[in-house]
């Protein structure tokens, strides 16, 4: 899990990310969208966990580039939600050093059927409540980075009317959660990983796949509005 955090005065954090090789992570374009022309307030920093505490396998990168898909926002609101990010090469630095806490997640097969079977795993530093009640007991700040199992949800249920509706949900998104409410991604989540332990078969092993990127939603844990992720293996892009 990696971090993008802003540069300035002072710094904070913004949004997640996905290390994908020593030099590159995927995120969701409209994290970064808003200050394309300025990429230079933002850089990484991955193996944090406590955000005020340095941890052993904290590292910061600027940032080189960022390639966004060249459809995002086309159709469906925030269609094609996914970003590149390039690390800066600078010297004789080998890029993001991976180790015991930090490392790259798998790349899903194209193919991949999302089965509400499915349990993923989704984390971040997003806030712990979006509605009025939850924000006046103190619960939008996390310091901490927190995790999350949420289920896959059917297609059809998610277009249904009472859940988001069959215009809003486009091929290269996917729902995942409780329709009764519960565990959820929030604000300052966007860009994080949804995981899922599965079997590749150029691996022939079960290994941590990347199989979406927490993009939106309405709300927080609300009862029939789960979070809405961009389906990576969806995406017809060239990462």
Same mark, same amino acid.
């Given at each position: 899990?990696?971090?993008?955090?802003?540069?300035?005065?002072?710094?904070?954090?913004?949004?997640?990310?996905?290390?994908?090789?020593?030099?590159?992570?995927?995120?969701?374009?409209?994290?970064?969208?808003?200050?394309?022309?300025?990429?230079?307030?933002?850089?990484?920093? $991955?193996?944090?966990?406590?955000?005020?505490?340095?941890?052993? !396998? #904290?590292?910061?990168?600027?940032? /080189? @580039? *960022?390639?966004?898909?060249?459809?995002?926002?086309?159709?469906?609101?925030?269609?094609?939600?996914?970003?590149?990010?390039?690390?800066?090469?600078?010297?004789?630095?080998?890029?993001?050093?991976?180790?015991?806490?930090?490392?790259?997640?798998?790349?899903?097969?194209?193919?991949?059927?999302?089965?509400?079977?499915?349990?993923?795993?989704?984390?971040?530093?997003?806030?712990?409540?979006?509605?009025?009640?939850?924000?006046?007991?103190?619960?939008?700040?996390?310091?901490?980075?927190?995790?999350? $199992?949420?289920?896959?949800?059917?297609?059809?249920?998610?277009? !249904? #009317?009472?859940?988001?509706?069959? /215009? @809003? *949900?486009?091929?290269?998104?996917?729902?995942a959660g409780l329709l009764e409410g519960g565990?959820?991604?929030?604000?300052?989540?966007?860009?994080?990983?949804?995981?899922?332990?599965?079997?590749?078969?150029?691996?022939?092993?079960?290994?941590?796949?990347?199989?979406g990127l927490t993009s939106w939603g309405y709300?927080?844990?609300?009862?029939?509005k789960p979070g809405v992720y961009t389906q990576?293996?969806?995406?017809?892009?060239?990462?």
């Open positions: 899990m990696v971090t993008d955090v802003a540069k300035i005065c002072r710094t904070f954090h913004h949004c997640g990310a996905v290390i994908i090789s020593p030099f590159h992570l995927l995120t969701t374009a409209h994290c970064l969208w808003d200050y394309r022309d300025t990429t230079g307030i933002y850089y990484v920093r $991955v193996g944090d966990n406590v955000i005020e505490v340095l941890d052993d !396998e #904290e590292q910061d990168f600027d940032i /080189e @580039k *960022i390639d966004f898909h060249e459809e995002f926002g086309v159709g469906p609101y925030l269609n094609n939600d996914i970003a590149v990010v390039h690390i800066k090469r600078t010297g004789v630095s080998g890029g993001i050093r991976f180790g015991n806490k930090v490392g790259p997640a798998c790349l899903p097969p194209r193919d991949l059927f999302l089965s509400p079977a499915i349990n993923l795993t989704v984390s971040g530093w997003g806030k712990n409540g979006y509605d009025q009640p939850q924000r006046q007991k103190g619960t939008n700040f996390v310091s901490k980075l927190n995790m999350a $199992v949420v289920p896959v949800i059917q297609r059809a249920t998610c277009k !249904e #009317e009472k859940v988001y509706g069959p /215009e @809003k *949900i486009s091929l290269g998104m996917f729902c565990p959820d991604t929030c604000q300052g989540d966007s860009g994080g990983p949804a995981v899922a332990f599965l079997r590749l078969a150029k691996f022939h092993e079960t290994r941590a796949t990347l199989v709300g927080c844990g609300r009862e029939n990576v293996s969806a995406i017809k892009w060239t990462l």
